[in-house]
Structures are given as structure tokens and as C-alpha cells.
């Protein structure tokens, strides 16, 4: 006998009686509904291939929100707008108190003299000692220079300076001193000659409150003049304060 068949014979009757088990449909009560993604709407044959379904990430903001920075450095300054129309005037404000007075001036306290002057006169010297007098003002600040006496006075302390211009006469001495009160502080001094020219001296003199700066001719052992006339001024005599006290 063929071990074949003998081996065939005994496996077939277990088969045979092996039960036929399938899953049959249970219709008692309605399926169930499942959870579906949005790409299930399609079905397989409506799907493209190779087609993944889109995930879209939400972020919370709020959460991932940081710190507050540091302030950041300031900006350029903008152009000017255009200026606006003046406004109305406010109404006037109350009346204040009366301040107390003040310290008594000071008449000192003028900072400035000057004077400028001349002489269209002649002058010949007939004494010892003759004042020059002036009869033209070019400059005279607060009347400081006396025209009546030739003299001016100090009325600010402080360094003048002193100019004096005078013109000789022929064959004539002229000798003058620039006086300081009763003092003699320069000389102007030309000796006769038979050509007449224009002398000059300049100084410059501390003065002291109410000191008195004036010209006067002296008669030594000539004839002593000086020269004017009424058309041209040839004698002049200047003074400036240059530094207060």
C-alpha cells in the first residue's frame, strides 16, 4: 500500500469536520456612529494618491508671550510744526504791593565823560598867569567842562586821558602848562620862531572826585600867544575817562 494514500486517508477526516464559523450581522439595534477625520468624507476612490491629511498647528500666544523689554533709546526730535495764531489776551491781573525803596543813588555811578573844545580866538598873555577859555563845544557829556571857566571837572573817578592842540605865533614864545587843581602836570612849549606850527601834548591823569583839569598861559620873559583866527579853529583841548574807578 502506497504510504501516501495511507498518510492522506488519516489527515482528511479531521478536516472534514473542522465547523464553518463566519460573523453574521447583528441587526438588533442601530450601528453606532464613529469619530471620522475630515479627509474620511472622501472615499477610496475619490481620495487622490499619495494624499496626506493637513494638520493644522494652534499656538497660544498669551503663553508664549515674554518679558517686557528694555526701553529703547529716544528718537530724533521732528521738524517744528508751523506756529499758531496769537491768542487772545488774558484779562489783567490784581494790582501787587508796593516794594520797599531802594538804597539813595549813587551820582558816581555814571560811567562816562568825555569833552571836546575849541577856540577860535587869538590869545596873547598879559599876566603871569591867564586861564584859556574856550568859546566852541564839539563834545560835552553832562556838562562836566565849564565854558566860563575853562576848567573840567571830575565827576567820575578814574584815568583820563588829555589831549591839547595849539598853534604858534611868529616870532612869539607860546608856553602853557596842563594843570591838574593848582598843580602843573605837563607844559606845552614852542620858542619863537619866524615860521608858526601846530603844537600838541597828551597825557593821561588819575582824577579824583571832584578835581578840576584846565590850561593856563604863563608869561616868562617874552611875549607869550597863541593863534586863532575866526575861520579855522587852531586850538583845541580833549578829554575822555578810559577806566572807572
Same mark, same amino acid.
Given at each position: 500500500?502506497?504510504?501516501?494514500?495511507?498518510?492522506?486517508?488519516?489527515?482528511?477526516?479531521?478536516?472534514?469536520?473542522?465547523?464553518f464559523?463566519?460573523?453574521?450581522?447583528?441587526?438588533?439595534?442601530?450601528?453606532?456612529?464613529? #469619530?471620522?477625520? #475630515? #479627509? /474620511?468624507?472622501?472615499?477610496?476612490?475619490?481620495?487622490?494618491?499619495?494624499?496626506?491629511?493637513?494638520?493644522?498647528t494652534?499656538?497660544?500666544?498669551?503663553?508664549?508671550?515674554?518679558?517686557?523689554?528694555?526701553?529703547? /533709546?529716544?528718537?530724533?526730535?521732528?521738524?517744528?510744526?508751523?506756529?499758531?495764531?496769537?491768542?487772545?489776551?488774558?484779562?489783567?491781573?490784581?494790582?501787587?504791593?508796593?516794594g520797599?525803596?531802594?538804597?539813595?543813588?549813587?551820582?558816581?555811578?555814571?560811567?562816562?565823560?568825555?569833552?571836546?573844545?575849541?577856540?577860535?580866538?587869538?590869545?596873547?598873555?598879559?599876566?603871569?598867569?591867564?586861564?584859556?577859555?574856550? @568859546?566852541?563845544?564839539?563834545?560835552?557829556? @553832562?556838562?562836566?567842562? @565849564?565854558?566860563?571857566?575853562?576848567? %573840567?571837572? #571830575?565827576?567820575?573817578?578814574?584815568? *583820563? %586821558?588829555f589831549?591839547?592842540?595849539?598853534?604858534?605865533?611868529?616870532?612869539? +614864545?607860546?608856553?602853557?602848562?596842563? =594843570?591838574?587843581? +593848582?598843580? +602843573?602836570?605837563?607844559?606845552? !612849549?614852542?620858542?619863537?620862531?619866524?615860521?608858526?606850527? =601846530?603844537?600838541?601834548?597828551?597825557?593821561?591823569?588819575?582824577?579824583?572826585?571832584?578835581?578840576?583839569v584846565?590850561?593856563?598861559? *604863563?608869561?616868562? +620873559?617874552?611875549?607869550?600867544?597863541? !593863534?586863532?583866527? /575866526?575861520?579855522?579853529?587852531?586850538?583845541?583841548?580833549?578829554? *575822555?575817562?578810559?577806566?572807572?574807578?
Amino acid at each position: 500500500m502506497n504510504t501516501g494514500a495511507v498518510m492522506f486517508g488519516v489527515l482528511v477526516p479531521p478536516l472534514l469536520i473542522l465547523p464553518f464559523v463566519t460573523s453574521v450581522p447583528h441587526h438588533s439595534s442601530p450601528p453606532t456612529e464613529t #469619530c471620522r477625520r #475630515c #479627509c /474620511d468624507s472622501l472615499g477610496p476612490a475619490e481620495r487622490p494618491p499619495g494624499h496626506t491629511p493637513e494638520i493644522r498647528t494652534i499656538i497660544n500666544m498669551t503663553i508664549l508671550k515674554g518679558d517686557k523689554g528694555d526701553r529703547g /533709546d529716544k528718537g530724533t526730535p521732528g521738524k517744528s510744526g508751523q506756529e499758531g495764531s496769537t491768542g487772545w489776551r488774558g484779562p489783567e491781573g490784581p494790582k501787587g504791593a508796593k516794594g520797599n525803596a531802594g538804597p539813595p543813588g549813587d551820582p558816581c555811578k555814571t560811567h562816562h565823560a568825555a569833552f571836546s573844545v575849541g577856540r577860535r580866538k587869538a590869545l596873547h598873555s598879559e599876566e603871569n598867569y591867564q586861564v584859556l577859555v574856550f @568859546d566852541t563845544v564839539f563834545v560835552n557829556l @553832562d556838562k562836566h567842562f @565849564d565854558m566860563f571857566s575853562g576848567k %573840567f571837572r #571830575c565827576h567820575v573817578p578814574g584815568v *583820563y %586821558f588829555f589831549n591839547v592842540n595849539v598853534h604858534t605865533w611868529n616870532f612869539k +614864545e607860546t608856553y602853557l602848562h596842563v =594843570m591838574q587843581n +593848582e598843580q +602843573e602836570r605837563a607844559i606845552v !612849549y614852542a620858542q619863537p620862531s619866524d615860521r608858526s606850527i =601846530m603844537q600838541s601834548q597828551s597825557l593821561m591823569l588819575p582824577l579824583d572826585l571832584g578835581d578840576d583839569v584846565w590850561l593856563r598861559l *604863563y608869561k616868562h +620873559e617874552r611875549e607869550n600867544a597863541i !593863534y586863532s583866527d /575866526d575861520v579855522d579853529i587852531y586850538i583845541t583841548f580833549n578829554g *575822555y575817562l578810559i577806566k572807572p574807578e
